[in-house]
Each structure stands twice: as structure tokens, then as C-alpha cells.
């Protein structure tokens, strides 16, 4: 069986000495104290992300190396050095001050991989701004929440991205009072109301005393979604870069001479930690592919750039799985020598077939926005169970917790193979420091010294802990974590809708699929029309990312005796799966 054998490592295996060789002694060995003695911090004091990802290499040896190759939808490629880096993200910063942005107000970023993207979110971090990558694949309900929830001042965005989802709901987000715009085809912008980014980038100067952050100090703002409420801004620190630097060097390997490739856009949070700061800290080189998902173009891009660290997601391999291996067989990765995937579960046949196709297995590894780094992970040096997430990495101690739901007390469970909630010790440097105006939200995310991840998972007796299912109703679909709430709010606009509920169903390739099932109103009939109409609508508010895919009508959906809809009851009669307690279902156990 697949799911029961083990990928053994060999030392053939390894073309490089891994960084993390022994894990019992380097875990002991390790200490958050020590590792950030890898960062400089700012020369004078104080500590901030774009510093040490950027300047430190551009004054020093690392001047004219590659930091990011930009490629386009032809064969062109852009290639930006640390020290050209470190020019434009000052003048991007000095833009800011002269727009009158200060410390700790927010900056917000909606466009594609595009090099302003990654010179804005860096910039911004070099001026104090706070930063929040927004997905540019959102559409506009997701952008206005989140700029209101996050009191954006500044809105980076193309004049395309603009016109589509901003320009006409500009009255819905009054903290917005400045927008800065790229011109999707290179050109300049001339939109009323908006500034034209590359006229202002020229007349900025190229030198820029970076904002003296303390470690403390709010650098970056990641929305994630919650249940039953509208999306939690959390908050991170510029000691982040502490977390991202250390795995950096243990669960993604890198290595000086490394050409490493993240496929996550930096509206997700892997894209900002793992796509922008980590292999900047460690002065590596990152391929950035401005394009979507396509399978030939992937190989191509893993063979012609000779990517050597490959960070992606299940969802990306399933679909190559789904090209055939065929068409992979018509590569050769020669310098590939260890890739790894997050965001979803990662299933055993994908690991295996990484091994097949590509020469390596799939490395799997575990984090959340709120961890805002990896925590638990496979490693090149280390044996995989495919279909596990590896192991807690150094500085990472996790826990299986089981909850009381009477008394809320909680308890550690130490035998192998039981099923609990994942909670880790906190105190590593790029945990949340809170949600948004979310004290009480934040609070019940611990108990003690122990954070809850909402994340189900039993670890083994060799200390490997496996992903069971999230202890919420929080939908994964290829990669994205999906709030049904949002969905149901943008659904229940529509003026035919009276109730809406929405659950995640499973599907082979992505994961999850957003189902929502709804009850309508008087005067409107379940047609088909009206299914299409309202997945047009969805659609339209919320992006296709995000939108459901499919949409079932019910006379009523279950609510609890308190009103709430019954998501699990809705997902266990759509699976077939026995109902469970339905004793505080409205009007009884039936429907
Ligand atoms: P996000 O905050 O959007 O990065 O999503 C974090 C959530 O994605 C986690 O709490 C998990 O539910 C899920 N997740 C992340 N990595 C994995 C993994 N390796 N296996 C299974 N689920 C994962």
C-alpha cells in the first residue's frame, strides 16, 4: 500500500549537505535568541524586514546578483539585483513620505506578480508603512472588507485592476485617500483621482533613510477567513524575518548558489514569506513567474531557469499529475534537487509521484497565516511517510490538544496516534501579535502558553504528525482559505435569496469545491436561470477564487434553535455521512 510505506533517504540522495542533518541535536541546539543573531538589524538599531532582505546584500558582495527574474507571458525575462532593488525600493519608499504616509498607516497591494508589486511591498516596508497584499484575483466585496477592516490609507493597483474592482466603490472605503497606479501594458496612467506610479517613482530620490522598525513594530497585515465572521487581519512584526530566515534554511534548504522558485502569489501569505522575504534574507535568486498556472510552461520554466528549490501546492501538482507524464518526460531537471508544497493536503500518490516524474519526492510542510512561517516539515535529509507533514522544525514545539467544550480546558494527549486539535508553545518570532481590532478573537486562539491552529491531526510514535481535517467549517480550495460567510453575505445580496449556506466539497484535484446551498424568496423560482444568475453574481462580487461553483436550492436550510445555519449538517447529508448530534437543530432532528 502507498499510504503505509516510507521514502527512505540515502546519502545519494542529497546534492547538497542539507542544513538541518541531525534533528535531534540541532532542535536541542536551537534558539530563537541565536537565530536572529543571523539578521544585522538596522546599523544604529532597530530591525526592519526590507533591510535585511535587500540592503544588507546590495551594499556588500551580493551588489550585482540576481535577486528576482521576472518572466513574461513571451520569453522575456527581467532580472533586478540587490543593489537595483535596493534604488527602486527607496524611491518607492521616498514616495510615500512625499505622499505624506506615515508610520504604521496601511499600505495595500492588489496586482499581479509584476515587479512593482515586490519593489511596493518592500518599499512600503522600508518607509514604516504597514503592508497587506491583497489577491489580485479578488473581486471587489473581498477588496472593500479588507480595506475597511484594515483602514488602508494607500492602494497600489494597476489601472485595469482599478477600473474593474475599485474605481466605482471608492465612496465604500473612506480611509482610501491615496491610489497609486502601474499601467498594465508598461505605459503611464492618467486616471482622475489616482496617481501615476512611474511618474512619481522618477522623480523620487534614490537614496532613503529606512523608518528605525523595532522588532515589534506592525510590517505586515494578512487577512485570513474566519467561520462565522468577516476576515481577521493579522498582524505581524517586523521580527518575522527571524521565523523566515531560520526555515528558510531548514525547511526550504536554501542554499547560497540556489535558483529557487515559490509559485505562491504574495496575496497569500506564502507568496510574502516564502516568495519576497525568506530567499531574499538568505540572498538567493527567485524566478517569478508573472503568469497563470500551465503545465508545459511549468516544466519549462523548472528546466530553462534550472530551478534548483521548488516551493509550490497540491492543488499545482495534481494538475501536472492530470497533464500526464508524458508531457514531463519531454524535461530534464538536472539541478532540481528538493521540492516542497504547502497550503493543503498533500496526498500520498502525489508525493510518490513526484519521485517518478520529477526524480524527488513532494516534501510536504505545515503553516497557517497566523504561524506566519512553516512549523512542521519534511526535510531533504529526513525519511517521508507520504501523506504526513513531517516533523516540528527547530524552535517548533507542537502539541496534540483535546478540548473540553464544557469548561473549555484543555488537554495534552501524549500517546501516539490520537486524533486532537494542533496547538503549539508560542513564543516564535513570527506568531501573530493579534487580529485587527480583534482582541477577543486573538484571546481565544490560546489557552496558556498554547495556540490553537483550528487544524485537526494525530502525530505517529516516530513523532510525524499527520493533517485529519480543520475543526472549523473553513473551506481549502486550491490553496485558498475560503470564509463561508463571506460567500453566504455575497450571495444573500441577491435579492431572490433569503437564506444561503455554503460548505466545501471534496474534489480530486483542488481539493475542495465551494458548494452553497440557498432557500429563496417569495416570488422567485428554483430554474436554472436563476442558478446561473446567481453564480454570475457570486461570481462577479467576490472573484473567481473565491465565488461558488456550484449552487443547490432547499426549501430551508437547518438552523440551529439560535438561528445559526447548520454548515456540517448541510456537508454531512451532501457526503452521505451520518448527521451527528442534531439535538440543537431547529424543529427537531429532521428536515
Ligand atoms: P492559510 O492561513 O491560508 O495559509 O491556511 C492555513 C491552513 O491551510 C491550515 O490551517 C491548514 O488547514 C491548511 N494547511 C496548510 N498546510 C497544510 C498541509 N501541509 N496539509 C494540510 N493542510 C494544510
Known amino acids: 500500500m502507498l499510504n503505509s510505506s516510507i521514502i527512505r533517504k540515502t546519502p545519494t540522495d542529497l546534492r547538497v549537505r542539507p542544513n538541518l542533518n541531525d534533528y535531534d541535536l540541532q532542535r536541542r541546539m536551537f534558539g530563537w535568541d541565536e537565530a536572529a543573531r543571523a539578521l544585522e538589524g538596522l546599523p544604529g538599531g532597530g530591525l526592519n524586514i526590507a533591510w535585511e532582505a535587500v540592503d544588507r546584500h546590495a551594499s556588500g558582495p551580493l551588489r550585482d546578483k540576481t535577486a528576482f527574474r521576472f518572466l513574461g507571458a513571451d520569453s522575456a525575462s527581467r532580472d533586478i539585483s540587490f543593489a537595483e532593488l535596493s534604488r527602486l525600493t527607496n524611491r518607492f519608499a521616498n514616495v510615500l513620505r512625499r505622499l505624506g504616509?506615515?508610520?504604521?498607516?496601511?499600505?495595500?497591494?492588489?496586482?499581479?506578480?509584476?515587479?512593482?508589486?515586490?519593489?511596493?511591498?518592500?518599499?512600503?516596508?522600508?518607509?514604516?508603512?504597514?503592508?497587506?497584499?491583497?489577491?489580485?484575483?479578488?473581486?471587489?466585496?473581498?477588496?472593500?472588507?479588507?480595506?475597511?477592516?484594515?483602514?488602508?490609507?494607500?492602494?497600489?493597483?494597476?489601472?485595469?485592476?482599478?477600473?474593474?474592482?475599485?474605481?466605482?466603490?471608492?465612496?465604500?472605503?473612506?480611509?482610501?485617500?491615496?491610489?497609486?497606479?502601474?499601467?498594465?501594458?508598461?505605459?503611464?496612467?492618467?486616471?482622475?483621482?489616482?496617481?501615476?506610479?512611474?511618474?512619481?517613482?522618477?522623480?523620487?530620490?534614490?537614496?532613503?533613510?529606512?523608518?528605525?522598525?523595532?522588532?515589534?513594530?506592525?510590517?505586515?497585515?494578512?487577512?485570513?477567513?474566519?467561520?462565522?465572521?468577516?476576515?481577521?487581519?493579522?498582524?505581524?512584526?517586523?521580527?518575522?524575518?527571524?521565523?523566515?530566515?531560520?526555515?528558510?534554511?531548514?525547511?526550504?534548504?536554501?542554499?547560497?548558489?540556489?535558483?529557487?522558485?515559490?509559485?505562491?502569489?504574495?496575496?497569500?501569505?506564502?507568496?510574502?514569506?516564502?516568495?519576497?522575504?525568506?530567499?531574499?534574507?538568505?540572498?538567493?535568486?527567485?524566478?517569478?513567474?508573472?503568469?497563470?498556472?500551465?503545465?508545459?510552461?511549468?516544466?519549462?520554466?523548472?528546466?530553462?531557469?534550472?530551478?534548483?528549490?521548488?516551493?509550490?501546492?497540491?492543488?499545482?501538482?495534481?494538475?501536472?499529475?492530470?497533464?500526464?507524464?508524458?508531457?514531463?518526460?519531454?524535461?530534464?531537471?538536472?539541478?532540481?534537487?528538493?521540492?516542497?508544497?504547502?497550503?493543503?493536503?498533500?496526498?500520498?500518490?502525489?508525493?510518490?509521484?513526484?519521485?517518478?516524474?520529477?526524480?524527488?519526492?513532494?516534501?510536504?510542510?505545515?503553516?497557517?497565516?497566523?504561524t506566519g512561517g512553516i512549523m512542521i516539515a519534511n526535510t531533504p535529509a529526513f525519511d517521508i511517510k507520504p501523506g504526513s507533514m513531517g516533523r516540528p522544525l527547530p524552535g517548533v514545539d507542537a502539541f496534540i490538544v483535546r478540548r473540553n467544550e464544557a469548561t473549555g480546558e484543555i488537554t495534552v494527549v501524549a500517546e501516539p496516534d490520537v486524533e486532537g486539535e494542533l496547538a503549539l508553545r508560542s513564543g516564535w518570532p513570527s506568531m501573530f501579535r493579534g487580529y485587527l481590532d480583534n482582541e477577543a478573537r486573538y484571546r481565544k486562539c490560546f489557552v496558556g502558553d498554547l495556540y490553537l491552529t483550528g487544524d485537526l491531526v494525530r502525530r505517529d510514535a516516530d513523532g510525524y504528525f499527520w493533517f485529519i481535517g480543520r475543526v472549523d467549517d473553513i473551506i481549502k480550495s486550491a490553496g485558498h482559505l475560503i470564509g463561508p460567510f463571506e460567500v453566504e453575505s455575497a450571495l444573500m445580496e441577491h435579492p431572490g435569496v433569503a437564506e444561503a449556506g455554503v460548505i466545501g466539497t471534496p474534489d480530486p484535484v483542488v481539493g475542495e469545491r465551494v458548494k452553497a446551498f440557498v432557500s429563496l424568496r417569495q416570488g422567485y423560482d428554483d430554474s436554472e436561470a436563476l442558478r446561473t444568475e446567481l453564480l454570475a453574481h457570486a461570481r462577479k462580487r467576490l472573484g473567481a477564487a473565491v465565488a461558488p461553483k456550484e449552487i443547490a436550492f432547499l426549501a430551508a436550510l437547518p438552523r440551529t434553535r439560535s438561528g445559526k445555519i447548520m454548515r456540517r449538517l448541510l456537508k454531512a447529508r451532501e457526503l452521505g455521512l451520518p448527521e451527528g448530534d442534531v439535538s440543537t437543530l431547529e424543529g427537531g432532528a429532521s428536515s
Not at 532613503?208 to 487581519?233: N, Q, V, W, Y
Not at 502569489?265 to 517569478?288: C, N, Q, R
Open 101 to 370: 504616509v506615515r508610520k504604521g498607516e496601511r499600505l495595500f497591494l492588489l496586482a499581479g506578480r509584476m515587479p512593482e508589486l515586490y519593489v511596493a511591498l518592500l518599499g512600503g516596508l522600508k518607509s514604516g508603512a504597514v503592508v497587506s497584499p491583497l489577491f489580485s484575483a479578488f473581486g471587489p466585496e473581498p477588496i472593500i472588507t479588507r480595506v475597511n477592516l484594515g483602514g488602508c490609507k494607500v492602494l497600489l493597483t494597476t489601472d485595469l485592476l482599478y477600473r474593474r474592482k475599485v474605481s466605482q466603490w471608492r465612496e465604500r472605503m473612506p480611509s482610501l485617500e491615496l491610489v497609486l497606479l502601474v499601467g498594465e501594458d508598461g505605459g503611464r496612467t492618467d486616471i482622475p483621482g489616482t496617481f501615476d506610479l512611474a511618474t512619481l517613482m522618477d522623480e523620487a530620490d534614490d537614496a532613503c533613510d529606512i523608518e528605525r522598525t523595532s522588532p515589534e513594530d506592525m510590517a505586515l497585515l494578512h487577512f485570513t477567513s474566519g467561520t462565522t465572521g468577516m476576515p481577521k487581519g493579522a498582524i505581524h512584526v517586523h521580527a518575522a524575518a527571524v521565523t523566515h530566515h531560520a526555515t528558510g534554511r531548514y525547511a526550504l534548504d536554501l542554499h547560497p548558489d540556489d535558483i529557487y522558485w515559490c509559485t505562491a502569489d504574495p496575496g497569500w501569505v506564502t507568496g510574502t514569506s516564502y516568495g519576497v522575504i525568506a530567499p531574499l534574507l538568505h540572498g538567493v535568486t527567485s524566478i517569478i513567474d508573472r503568469e497563470e498556472f500551465d503545465a508545459e510552461r511549468w516544466y519549462g520554466i523548472l528546466q530553462q531557469q534550472e530551478v534548483s528549490v521548488w516551493y509550490t501546492a497540491p492543488t499545482a501538482i495534481r494538475m501536472l499529475m492530470k497533464a500526464g507524464d508524458g508531457l514531463a518526460a519531454k524535461y530534464r531537471f538536472p539541478r532540481l534537487r528538493f521540492v516542497a508544497s504547502v497550503g493543503e493536503p498533500l496526498n500520498p500518490e502525489a508525493v510518490w509521484w513526484g519521485k517518478k516524474v520529477l526524480g524527488l519526492p513532494i516534501h510536504d510542510n505545515w503553516w497557517q497565516t497566523e
